[in-house]
C-alpha cells in the first residue's frame, strides 16, 4: 500500500528502537495541519497536530499519508522537526483513492500497522484523532477498540476552542475492561474537578468573557448554582441574561433538559396566570381542555422569567405564594399542589424603583432577591469585544462556502463602538456584515454597524479633522457603506438599490464588479 518515506524502509528494530519504553505516536494529517489561518486577518494558528506535541512529549511520530495530504504532510514534518528535535517523524504511504472509504482505510492501516507494532512491541501508542477525515477517526476507534492497536486514543482543541491558554487534549482507554464505558482524562490542564465543570459548561454555552466584571457574574453565578435560592438577573437588553440563566440551570444539578424559559412581556395580561400556573377544563370562558402550567412543566427543574418586572401585580401575589410554599393552585382547582422549581428571573428594568412606584410587590422583590447578579454591557468590558467577535465569526463560518476572517482594523472599530444592544447586537452587525461582504477578510469599512434611532442631527456624527485624515477616503468608505446598506434593505436588489441612494443601477453594478469575489 505504499512505503514508509521517515525510515527509506528500514525495519525500526534494526536500531534498538523496541528494546526500550518510548511513545509512539500515530495519526492521520489534515488540511488545518501544520497551521491554519485564524479569524484574525492572516494570522496562522497551529494546527491540531501541533497543538498536541505542545503539551505531550513522543519519542516517534508516524505520520499516515494519502495522495491528497501529500504537501500537508511533508510540512507537517517539516514544522515537527524544527519545533520538537528529540521527535522522530516517519511518514508512511496509503494509496486512498477515496479517504471515506472505511475498507480502502482499514486495509492501508493494517498493513503498516503489524509491522510497527512488532518493532516498538515495548512501546506505549497512542493514536491521534484530531487530524484526517471523520472516517478515518472511526477507524482508529474500531481498530483500537478491537484491540488490533494496543493504544490510547487523543483528542486534542486548539486554543481558541476552550477558555485556557493552553489546549485541552483527551484521552481515552479503550481497553478497559469495562467497555464499552469510556474513561476520559483531561491530560493538559491539571484543575479542580468542580472547576472543570464550570469551564465546560461555559465553553458548551458559548460564554465568552475574561473582563473582571464578567468573571466576578460568572463567580457568583457559580456559587449561588448549586442551592435552591431564587436567583435575580439584572442587564441590558442583549448581555445574555437568558444564558446566564442555563449556565446557573446546568450547574445546579438539576436536570439538564428541564429548562423552561417564559417570557413575561410577550403574554397577554389576561392569560399570564393560565400559562404560568395552569387551569381546569371549563375555568373561564374558552377553556375548554385542561392546560398544564409552565410551573409543573419545569418541575425538578429551573424556570426561567425574563422581564420579570412586566408581571402583573395579582400574578405576582400567586408567584409569591410558590415561592413560599412551593404551591401551585391552577385556575378552577380549589386544591392546591407542591412542586420543585427553581426559579430564575431576569430583567432590564430597575426592580427597586417599580417598587417605590408600587408597580411590583415588595415582598416579591426580597423574597427573589436571594442571589443579584449584575451583567455588565459590552461598554464596560471592552477587552471581550474581540474575543466575542472571534467566537461568533467562527461559528457563522460553519455555514460559509468559504470562511471569513476579521482585519486587526476590523477588530478595533468593533472594540470602539458603544453597542446599545451589547451582544445580540454584536452579533447581528458580524452576521450581516459577513454574509454580505464579497472578501475573504473583512475590514473596518466593511462592517455594516446601524446607529441607534435618533432625530438629532446626522451631520453631528460626522468626525473631526486631524493631522492626516484623508477626505476622500472617509468620503469612499462612507459611500461603500450606503450602497451596502442599500443592498441589503433592498435584498440584494441593485435596481432597487439604485432608486433609495438616488444612483443610477450601473453605479451599483460597478461597485459591486470592483469588489474581490469570493
Not at 493494517?110 to 477517526?137: C, N, Q, W, Y
Not at 451599483?508 to 464588479?513: A, E, G, I, S, Y
Request: net charge neutral.
Amino acid at each position: 500500500m505504499g512505503k514508509d518515506r521517515g525510515s527509506s524502509g528500514v525495519r525500526f528494530s534494526e536500531f534498538g528502537y523496541g528494546e526500550e519504553m518510548m511513545n509512539v505516536l500515530l495519526t492521520f494529517t489534515g488540511f488545518h495541519d501544520p497551521y491554519f489561518k485564524g479569524l484574525v486577518d492572516q494570522e496562522e494558528q497551529p494546527g491540531p497536530i501541533l497543538s498536541l506535541l505542545s503539551t505531550r512529549s513522543f519519542d516517534h511520530i508516524f505520520l499516515f499519508d494519502t495522495p491528497s495530504t501529500q504537501r500537508v504532510t511533508g510540512e507537517t514534518k517539516d514544522a515537527i522537526k524544527k519545533l520538537h528535535h528529540r521527535s522522530e517523524v516517519h511518514v508512511l504511504e496509503i494509496n486512498l483513492a477515496d479517504p471515506t472509504n472505511y475498507q480502502e482505510i482499514f486495509r492501508g492501516l493494517k498493513a503498516h500497522l503489524h509491522r510497527i507494532i512488532e518493532d516498538f512491541a515495548s512501546a506505549r501508542f497512542f493514536v491521534a484523532v484530531a487530524s484526517g477525515t471523520p472516517h478515518m477517526h472511526a477507524c482508529w476507534v474500531l481498530l483500537t477498540a478491537s484491540g488490533e492497536i494496543p493504544a490510547r486514543i487523543l483528542h486534542v482543541r486548539p486554543p481558541h476552542f476552550v477558555t485556557k491558554q493552553h489546549p485541552l487534549v483527551t484521552e481515552v482507554d479503550l481497553s478497559s475492561h469495562e467497555f464499552p464505558t469510556v474513561r476520559f482524562q483531561d491530560v493538559s490542564i491539571p484543575v479542580e474537578e468542580s472547576q472543570a465543570d464550570v469551564d465546560s459548561v461555559r465553553v458548551q454555552l458559548g460564554i465568552v468573557g475574561d473582563h473582571s466584571a464578567m468573571q466576578r457574574s460568572l463567580e457568583l453565578g457559580a456559587m449561588l448554582a448549586p442551592s435552591q435560592a431564587p436567583v435575580l438577573i439584572f442587564g441590558e437588553t442583549g448581555t445574555g441574561k437568558e444564558l446566564f440563566a442555563r449556565y446557573i440551570h446546568r450547574l445546579s444539578g438539576r436536570p439538564r433538559e428541564i429548562f423552561v424559559a417564559v417570557n413575561c412581556a410577550a403574554i397577554p395580561e389576561d392569560l399570564v396566570e393560565s400559562l404560568l400556573f395552569g387551569h381546569k377544563k371549563g375555568a373561564f370562558t374558552g377553556a375548554i381542555n385542561d392546560q398544564v402550567g409552565k410551573f409543573d412543566t419545569a418541575d425538578k427543574g429551573t424556570l426561567f422569567l425574563d422581564e420579570l418586572g412586566e408581571l402583573p401585580i395579582p400574578t405576582q401575589a400567586k408567584l409569591l405564594r410558590v415561592l413560599q410554599d412551593g404551591l401551585v393552585e391552577p385556575i378552577g382547582q380549589a386544591k392546591a399542589h407542591k412542586v420543585d422549581v427553581r426559579i430564575v428571573g431576569a430583567t432590564n428594568r430597575d426592580l427597586r424603583k417599580l417598587v417605590r412606584q408600587g408597580k411590583f410587590r415588595e415582598d416579591l422583590f426580597y423574597r427573589l432577591n436571594v442571589g443579584e447578579i449584575k451583567l455588565p454591557p459590552l461598554r464596560e468590558r471592552r477587552s471581550d469585544i474581540p474575543k466575542l467577535a472571534l467566537h461568533i465569526l467562527d461559528r457563522l463560518n460553519g455555514s460559509l462556502r468559504r470562511p471569513k476572517r476579521l482585519s486587526a482594523e476590523a477588530l478595533s472599530r468593533l472594540q470602539s463602538h458603544n453597542w446599545a444592544g451589547n451582544v445580540r447586537d454584536l452579533e447581528n452587525v458580524i452576521e450581516r456584515s459577513v454574509r454580505l461582504c464579497r472578501n475573504d477578510v473583512l475590514d473596518a469599512d466593511d462592517l455594516l454597524i446601524t446607529e441607534p434611532v435618533t432625530y438629532a442631527d446626522p451631520l453631528d456624527a460626522l468626525p473631526e479633522p486631524y493631522e492626516g485624515f484623508s477626505l476622500d477616503e472617509f468620503l469612499g468608505s462612507a459611500r461603500k457603506q450606503m450602497i451596502l446598506r442599500a443592498l441589503e434593505a433592498a435584498n440584494g436588489n441593485q435596481s432597487q438599490a439604485a432608486r433609495m441612494l438616488g444612483i443610477t443601477p450601473q453605479a451599483v453594478h460597478k461597485f459591486l464588479q470592483s469588489r474581490p469575489k469570493t
